[in-house]
C-alpha cells in the first residue's frame, strides 16, 4: 500500500489538532483568529472559544490523526478497530468540515459582501487543508 497521501493527511491533521490545542489554551488567539470577542458583561465567553475552536478542533484531528498515522505504519488494527478505514472515516469528516467552512465563507463573500482580505485568505486556507487531508480519499480514486 502507497502510504505517502496518509502521511500528508497526517500532515495537515497535524495542523488542525495544534489550532485546537492553541485555542483551548489561549481563547483569545481564537477569538482573534474568527473576529470575535466575548461580552465583558455575560462572563464565561471564552468558554465558547476554548470548547469549539479549542476542544472540537483538538479532539476532532486528534482522534483522526491518530488512526491515520496508524494507517500509514500500516498497524492493522487499534482499540479493535480497522486503521484503515476508521482513518479514512475520520479524515473525511475533518476534510469535509474543512470545505465545509470553506463554503460558508464564500457564501458570505458572495451574498453578504464580505469580500475582504479577512475572508479571502481564510478560504483557501480551507480549501488548501481539507485537501491535504483528504489526499487519501483522492488517491484511492
Known sequence: METAPFWTSVAGLSVGAAMGAYGLINPRWAAGVVRLRDDPEKPGGFAEFRGTYG???????????????????????????????????????????????????????????????????????????GALILVPWFARA
Request: aromatic residues 12%; charged residues 10%; contains cysteine.
Open 55 to 129: 476542544g472540537l478542533f483538538l479532539a476532532t484531528h486528534a482522534f483522526a490523526l491518530v488512526f491515520m498515522a496508524c494507517a500509514a505504519r500500516e498497524v492493522e488494527a487499534l482499540w479493535g478497530l480497522p486503521t484503515y478505514f476508521t482513518a479514512l472515516g475520520a479524515a473525511g469528516v475533518c476534510g469535509a468540515m474543512w470545505w465545509g467552512t470553506a463554503v460558508g465563507r464564500v457564501a458570505a463573500i458572495a451574498l453578504d459582501g464580505a469580500g475582504s482580505r479577512h475572508n479571502l485568505v481564510p478560504v483557501m486556507f480551507e480549501i488548501v487543508l
